[in-house]
């Protein structure tokens, strides 16, 4: 299913997920992982350092270490845009705010399983890789948890999926209200990396940082 929405006359289709039960299984099983890391994860966690981007050696954030943690929190938004269908459609500033990732969103939305193939990209070369700095991996692994999320918002709709009254009215409240999250999120996560902060999204953070060695 596709929704075709106009940002400032110009249509875009915002893609619905198409394989509904694979995409959901792979989502599940990477919430599953997520919530509940080993015990030696656990405990090896309590010996890390807090993050700082003002600190020196693994946990320093340079100039290319911000600009990559702030791009990591567009994959949970771009992964989410659906939910904003009834927002984006009644609301111009949004549109408007929205319109320079037009392209963007067309490019990962072209294909259905982009959202899953770019985790496995973040997680594995990104968050599992010694190379970057814990800075940047903390962020990239909080834009994932953020993203794994959305199983529950899914997984809702596809259950009750109602057509009119007081069903429909809930589910467009629940969609709006994921959405806008998903864009304040994407908001403070991206200009507090630019800016050198450390960003702490709700919900998320502390499950970001048990996977963060």
Do not use: W
Not at 58 to 69: E, F, K, V, Y
Not at 157 to 178: A, Y
């Amino acid at each position: 299913m596709a929704t075709l929405l106009s940002f400032s006359g110009s249509p875009v289709v915002v893609y619905h997920r198409t394989h509904p039960t694979s995409l959901s299984s792979l989502r599940h099983s990477c919430f599953l992982t997520l919530v509940n890391p080993k015990k030696k994860l656990r405990g090896s966690f309590r010996h890390n350092r807090p993050i700082s981007a003002q600190s020196n050696g693994g946990n320093s954030a340079d100039t290319p270490d911000r600009l990559i943690s702030a791009l990591c929190y567009f994959y949970p938004f771009f992964d989410g845009i659906q939910y904003g269908k009834y927002v984006i459609t009644q609301f111009s500033p949004i549109q408007i705010l929205l319109q320079p990732l037009v392209p963007a969103i067309r490019v990962f939305k072209s294909f259905p399983f982009n959202g899953f193939l770019v985790f496995l990209a973040l997680y594995f070369v990104v968050v599992r890789n010694p190379n970057f700095s814990r800075y940047v991996r903390f962020n990239t692994m909080q834009a994932i948890v953020l993203d794994v999320l959305l199983i529950f918002p899914d997984l809702l709709e596809r259950s009750f999926n109602p057509r009119e009254g007081l069903g429909l009215d809930l589910v467009m409240s629940l969609d709006s209200t994921v959405f806008l999250f998903l864009l304040v999120c994407l908001i403070y996560g991206s200009t507090s990396c630019l800016l050198g902060q450390v960003p702490r999204l709700p919900i998320v953070a502390e499950a970001a940082e048990r996977q963060v060695l």
